[in-house]
């Protein structure tokens, strides 16, 4: 149903990507094993900084309130900016919110391997991911067709990786986080699927992991 309650006592987990379109995902594995997506935050043409205080240190005091996390991320988090090498986003994660950031897999096929294979995975008989419809929209967005690659005309690939846009940036924070889940690193891959199409991650059909989606 809409509305996944936040639990206590259960692992938490925040998945980050940077860049002008900042972006945050609130994750929880549940005592039945399945992964619930609680809230999706992605900022628009802002740094780190703004986006912490306008998204989501206001959520953190709204609907998180004694949770501990871990946090995984773009590994460019890392990076230091060239106008003030005292600063990175993992370090300013660090001081803003008390997070530990631990990078995930750079290596692309281990981020789709993981992506493919958290939303093929069942849970006695249940998705193994279920979101909240309302709040994790642009994830949802992303996973439904936005995030893709690029093509020509007659429908062939261009690039090795998805397009570079707003939906790319729910879908790389969710590959991040959910390949260190799975332990995928880029060395250890799990099987996918022969009926998802290997060239169009917007083929996924993704109504049946959404909570409360309809039939």
């Not at 972006?23 to 619930?36: E, R, V």
């Not at 991320?73 to 803003?96: H, M, T």
């Not at 969710?174 to 009926?195: E, F, K």
Request: glycine fraction near 12%; proline fraction near 7%; aromatic fraction near 8%.
């Amino acid at each position: 149903a809409d509305g996944l309650p936040v639990l206590s006592g259960v692992d938490s987990f925040r998945w980050w990507d940077f860049g002008l379109n900042p972006t945050c995902c609130w994750f929880q594995l549940t005592p039945l094993g399945t992964l619930h997506g609680l809230d999706v935050r992605v900022g628009q043409n802002m740094g780190l900084e703004q986006f912490l205080e306008r998204e989501v240190l206001p959520l953190q005091g709204q609907r998180y309130q004694g949770v501990r996390f871990l946090d995984t991320g773009d590994p460019a988090g890392f990076q230091r900016e060239q106008a003030n090498s005292e600063v990175s986003c993992a370090i300013l994660l660090r001081q803003r919110i008390g997070a530990s950031l631990r990078p995930g897999p750079i290596e692309w096929s281990a981020r789709r391997d993981a992506v493919k294979s958290s939303l093929t995975r069942l849970v006695g008989g249940r998705p193994f991911v279920q979101m909240d419809r309302e709040r994790c929209r642009p994830l949802i967005r992303a996973l439904r067709g936005g995030w893709r690659y690029a093509t020509d005309g007659s429908g062939r690939v261009l690039n090795a990786t998805p397009v570079k846009d707003i939906h790319s940036h729910p879908g790389d924070a969710y590959g991040y986080g959910v390949a260190l889940l799975q332990g995928i690193t880029g060395t250890r891959r799990l099987p996918i699927p022969a009926v998802i199409p290997e060239h169009v991650i917007g083929d996924w059909d993704y109504r049946w992991h959404v909570a409360g989606a309809r039939r």
